[in-house]
């Protein structure tokens, strides 16, 4: 069954360090997302990104934060300055189109010391 | 805005009853309703969802949900618990349109032998 992955599944960064967050979505999937889980909080989103561009993001999304679709399967999140609030479990998704169900992948825990 | 919220932190019930697991929803016009689980260590796997039609929703794994727009409520629901369900339940809404999906805290369903 075809799913979505992520690496790594544990990325532990330096406060002020550049992390890459990297996923690969379902191959015939058209719209990809990122969101965040900080322990014991809710799944929050961060962005959705369609057609190589940015289609909405949330406020945490600020200047902080980029997303890439660097070749034909990969999909990226970057954090230029990690701060110790960047902690959290990030998740990429994936949908067929905007209003199908999405598809998580397992998850990358991020920290921050 | 749109928001989820799921009154109970925590679920438990024996194995062979019934189970549910309240969900209710805020959001401007019709919605899309979706149920995902997540077990230790592993990202969101889908359950179901209603997007239009029939208010009772068939899933995965013998769950179903019950639309209930009066209520603006989707309960998840299974006839017939097994200790294997034990896991972290999201009930998520999306409004139509819109990209994002927003989730509820979470429930927590312990099922006991």
């Known amino acids: 069954e075809p799913e979505v992955t992520q690496t790594p599944s544990h990325q532990v960064t330096q406060m002020g360090q550049e992390v890459i967050l990297r996923c690969v979505p379902i191959s015939n999937h058209l719209y990809f997302y990122w969101y965040r889980q900080i322990l014991g909080q809710k799944v929050e989103f961060l962005v959705s990104?369609?057609?190589?561009?940015?289609?909405?993001k949330s406020e945490i999304f600020d200047d902080q934060f980029s997303v890439e679709r660097p070749d034909g399967s990969n999909f990226t999140l970057k954090i230029r300055s990690t701060k110790l609030e960047d902690s959290a479990m990030y998740f990429c998704?994936?949908?067929?189109?905007?209003?199908?169900?999405?598809?998580f992948g397992q998850g990358t825990r991020l920290t921050v010391v | 805005a749109q928001s989820v919220a799921q009154p109970e932190d925590q679920v438990n019930v024996a194995e062979g009853n019934p189970l549910t697991v309240k969900c209710t929803y805020s959001v401007s016009g019709n919605p899309y309703l979706f149920w995902y689980v997540q077990y230790p260590n592993r990202g969101l796997q889908f359950l179901l969802k209603?997007?239009?039609?029939?208010?009772l929703v068939k899933g995965s794994y013998g769950f179903e949900a019950e639309f209930n727009k009066s209520q603006t409520s989707f309960h998840l629901k299974k006839p017939s618990a097994l200790v294997s369900d034990s896991a972290l339940y999201f009930c998520a809404v999306r409004a139509r349109g819109d990209y994002k999906l927003s989730f509820g805290a979470g429930t927590t369903v312990t099922v006991r032998a």
């Open positions: 990104f369609y057609n190589n561009e940015i289609s909405e």
């Open positions: 209603y997007i239009t039609g029939d208010n």
């Open positions: 998704a994936s949908t067929v189109w905007g209003e199908s169900e999405a598809f």
